[in-house]
């Protein structure tokens, strides 16, 4: 295979990779990893941001909210942005939902991101779109089952419609104006369903209970089969006029490079998703360090074993798509002033076999004082970041500040008492890590 010469010091070839292998450095405790069949499992995430795995202690069974029947789907003009401490009380319930190219996954939440109840399928390989949304119906009714969720929040891989509720995910082509929307309705009815990207979720998921508690300028990047982008700034998620605001992966890091599914040549996402880095690696004279059968074909995990032990054509593997991501990373720090990334998805299962690259590489290519300030850290939540943002989306559909329609009583809470008009201080069981900018009476 014939490559182009490397283009502004991007890597092409494993003798363009200078220096000794990475040591491979300890490892830290492993998210769960690979897909589960439709199970739902009781599960928990922090009741503060400061401890973030699950716990041992399995969480009580979910009792059906009050407020689950009172209010009706709408469908907002523009893409939900999420600035407040979510309208709720502790009985509340959210269903959230995460599409991705990889896997389906459902989870059951209260108002303060704990997950109660999840369920992972693989994303169905297949080009008829009713194969895939039959999929992901059937673990929304296993998860949802003897519960009446208040809301439901969907973070779908895009470009997605929030408006129209339609998605057309590029690593899942059996959509195009797929109307997601209308069949999650239809599955949940009588309660609002909000849409926003899968990166946006995880971003602002880390953003609330995960890594990235501390940022008020925060590009959270997913590097699995995609490479998908989400922004906070200014403490508020940032989806754009169409919803799909942060669409890293699209970023072009080297015109001449390897053409992208979007039709454009270059793309991040085109040279450092799992696929794309096995596929560089394999034209590259890689072969697997464990030959024998397999139930599933080689990809990314395999690789960064290989890395990890030095290989030195996974180890350049890693290392160009490393340079790829830290371009566009620094492009966006650039524009954004960003100070914090938080690196996701299952890619960065590989810990410092991506990140200690991706540091050094953002380190080389940042020159602007204010972009080198920028701190490169893991998701905090591992896959479940995607499910607690799209929580917090569901969430948002309770807020008073926006009335529902003439036809649907308010969702009833205890009364408020007539207080001044001042700013809601952030709550550390609900709202810790988010900043609430709107201005609301207190609730008793």
């Known amino acids: 295979m014939t490559l182009p010469p490397p283009l502004s010091g991007l890597p092409r070839t494993p003798a363009d990779i200078t220096g000794p292998a990475p040591a491979a450095p300890p490892q830290p405790p492993a998210h769960p990893s690979g897909p589960t069949r439709a ?5 928990g995430t922090p009741a503060t941001p400061y401890n973030r795995h699950p716990t041992t202690t399995p969480s009580p069974t979910p009792t059906t ?3 689950s029947a009172q209010t009706t789907p709408t469908t907002s003009p523009t893409p939900t942005t999420l600035t407040s401490t979510p309208y709720s009380t502790p009985a509340t319930r959210v269903l959230a939902v995460d599409i991705g190219g ?7 939440v209260d108002a303060s991101g704990e997950l109660l109840r999840r369920g992972e399928v693989p994303t169905p390989d297949s080009t008829d779109g009713p194969v895939v949304v039959g999929a992901l119906l059937e673990l929304i009714a296993h998860v949802a089952e003897g519960v009446a969720p208040a809301a439901v929040g969907v973070g779908s891989a895009g470009p997605i419609d929030p408006v129209r509720g339609t998605v057309s995910p590029v690593n899942i082509p059996a959509w195009r104006d797929f109307p997601l929307l209308d069949h999650v309705r239809a599955a949940v009815p009588g309660v609002p369903v909000v849409l926003i990207g ?3 979720a995880a971003a602002v998921g880390e953003h609330w209970r995960g890594a990235g508690t501390a940022s008020t300028a925060l590009l959270g990047i997913v590097v699995s089969t995609g490479i998908g982008g989400g922004l906070v700034l200014d403490s508020r998620s940032y989806p754009g006029p169409t919803g799909n605001a942060g669409h890293f992966g699209h970023i072009v890091a080297d015109p001449l490079g390897p053409e992208c599914p979007c039709g454009a040549r270059g793309c991040v996402e085109a040279i450092a ?3 794309a880095m096995t ?6 004279g890689w072969r697997p360090g464990e030959p024998g059968p397999s139930v599933r074909p080689i990809g990314a995990r395999e690789l960064a074993a290989d890395a990890r032990a030095g290989a030195p054509v996974a180890v350049a593997a890693f290392e160009r798509g490393a340079a790829a991501l830290a371009a566009g990373i620094v492009s966006v720090a650039a524009i954004c002033d960003l100070d914090q990334v938080v690196v996701g998805g299952g890619v960065s299962r590989s810990g410092e076999i991506l990140l200690g690259p991706l540091r050094r590489q953002v380190a080389a290519q940042s020159h602007l004082g204010f972009v ?3 701190r490169v850290t893991p998701a905090a939540l591992g896959g479940d970041a995607g499910l607690v943002g799209a929580a917090r989306a569901a969430l948002s559909a309770l807020s008073p500040s926006t009335p529902p329609p003439p036809s649907v009583q308010p969702v009833p809470v205890q009364p408020v008492q007539p207080q001044p008009v001042q700013p809601v201080q952030p709550v550390a069981e609900a709202s810790a890590g988010v900043s609430a900018p709107t201005i609301l009476p207190e609730i008793r």
Do not use: E, I, M, Q
């Not at 199970?39 to 599960?43: E, I, M």
């Open 39 to 43: 199970t739902a499992t009781p599960s």
């Open 65 to 67: 909210p009050t407020n």
């Open 102 to 108: 990889t896997k389906l996954a459902v989870a059951l």
């Open 198 to 200: 899968d990166a946006v």
């Open 273 to 275: 998703s799992g696929p």
């Open 279 to 284: 596929r560089w690696a394999l034209a590259n």
């Open 372 to 374: 080198r300030r920028l």
